[in-house]
């Protein structure tokens, strides 16, 4: 559904986006990642049509968004990092100001109806959108890109700024459009990505640096491989011991059971996989372990550890 090829972006002399290349196939949700300024807005502007790219080429279902424009935008529904919002205009009259702004040909009443109905505006149609929480006014633009009901949906920054509870709400949205749509969502937090894309794609300072499926990301940072462990034995004589152990990049007490344990969290350096090394020193020191489990690299440590 959507094809970059080569995009840049100047602004001036300063490059906001390095010749980056990808593809979102039908029915994808994809996490488009990176840390503030890293372009994720330049490239998102660029993909529907609100911005020129300096070179390189985007394409919306087969269609140059820079050669034939209006065709490309009717597939994408957009919400950018501030939704452009008439504030003197409820959220019925604003999907109607839409409607008419995309010139949309399904049933007009039926179709605000069910944009409002998914979008949970019910009790507040009426109301005008100055008078909304920042949730709402987030639900009023998705609503808002939902109109006319377009097969590609882009969401800049859709939970910046809104409290916990608004965040799993809209994440819920998210994750109920992405069974009919296409979607990139575009972030810097790491537990949105985690929890409604199938697939990430990671940008720092303008170059795409990963694509990976968000259940093999781990295979990105073999420098974090991480487990816990629990032992039966001397607190502080076990953590001496594993942090000497040959191998251990960092070593931390976690917890005591009540049976004589402690849990550890050990990370390896890279190349490093301690489990079996462990399993027979501990043996030897007869510090029975009773339990072990791999805890892999979370999803904050690949981030930094790929854009340090």
Known sequence: MINVEHLTKYYGQKLAVDDISFTVTKGEVVGFLGPNGAGKSTTMNMITGCLSSTSGQCKIDGIDIIENPNEAKKLIGF?????PLYYDMNPREYLNFIYDLKKCTL??????????DVMGLGEMQHRLIS???KGYKQRV??????VSNPPIMIFDEPTIGLDPRQIIEIRDLIR???ADHTIILSTHILPEVQAVCGRI???DRGKLIADQKTDEINSLAEDNRKFTVRIVGSKNEVLNFLRKTEGAAKVDFMSSG???????????????????????ALAEKRWPIIEMQNVGASLEDIFIAMTR
């Open 79 to 83: 919400l950018p990092e501030q939704p």
């Open 107 to 116: 049933n007009r009443r039926e179709h605000i109806n069910e944009i409002i």
């Open 131 to 133: 008078q909304l929480s």
């Open 141 to 146: 633009g998705i609503a808002g890109a939902l």
């Open 176 to 178: 109920t459009l992405g």
């Open 201 to 203: 794609l990671i940008i």
């Open 258 to 280: 009540k049976d004589g344990s402690s849990l550890y969290m050990i990370q390896c350096k890279k190349g490093y996989d301690l489990r079996k090394t462990l399993f027979y």
